[in-house]
């Protein structure tokens, strides 16, 4: 739908790829935004901005709604807590109360669900990938796919996982730093 509206009704965004036509920079770190920068071409960067926001939305909204909900959730939950009536009745400013009390105990919940949908951003990453035409390992795994080339789903299946695993231990170092009563022990 974004396609349909964006590109082919209002022609405000791209419809797919990475980059327009003859649109070419040189690669040197493989991110195209970041290699634009680097080499001071700021027409490929704005060109790669807008092939970057449909994917980029498409892939976020749902993360968006299910993490707004959530923080939420867990924001009003801690707010009913004893310690921030405590703070309250001390007089300290509710944004105080809010960013400081409050915000820090309820991330490690919302951490928890960042480390969750990462998941789902990572499988839905092969869809986005194909529908907007870009070149990704979703894409090639898609390939893989379709010619039976078993080594390479196997390959980039492992690639995923690793992923996961590595985000995984990025949230449980996360919550050492959210919450102060986890610790790192034996």
Aim: include cysteine.
């Amino acid at each position: 739908m974004l396609i349909l509206l964006l590109s082919g009704t209002f022609n405000i965004l791209p419809s797919s790829g990475r980059s327009a036509w003859g649109m070419d920079i040189e690669t040197i770190t493989g991110f195209r935004l970041i290699d634009a920068v680097l080499q001071g071409n700021w027409a490929a960067f704005g060109d790669s901005l807008k092939h970057l926001v449909m994917p980029a939305f498409v892939l976020g909204i749902n993360m968006a709604g299910i993490l707004m909900r959530v923080t939420r959730s867990s924001i009003v939950e801690v707010m009913s807590e004893d310690y921030i009536m405590t703070a309250r009745a001390k007089g300290v400013p509710p944004r105080a109360i809010l960013w400081k009390h409050a915000l820090r105990n309820a991330l490690v919940t919302v951490i928890t669900i960042v480390g969750l949908e990462f998941g789902a951003l990572l499988s839905g990453s092969i869809i986005v990938e194909m529908i907007f035409a870009w070149p990704g390992i979703g894409a090639l795994l898609l390939q893989g796919l379709g010619a039976r080339d078993y080594p390479l789903i196997t390959g980039v299946v492992l690639v995923y996982t690793c992923l996961f695993i590595v985000v995984n231990l990025i949230v449980d170092l996360l919550y050492v730093s959210a919450d102060p009563r986890i610790k790192l022990d034996r």
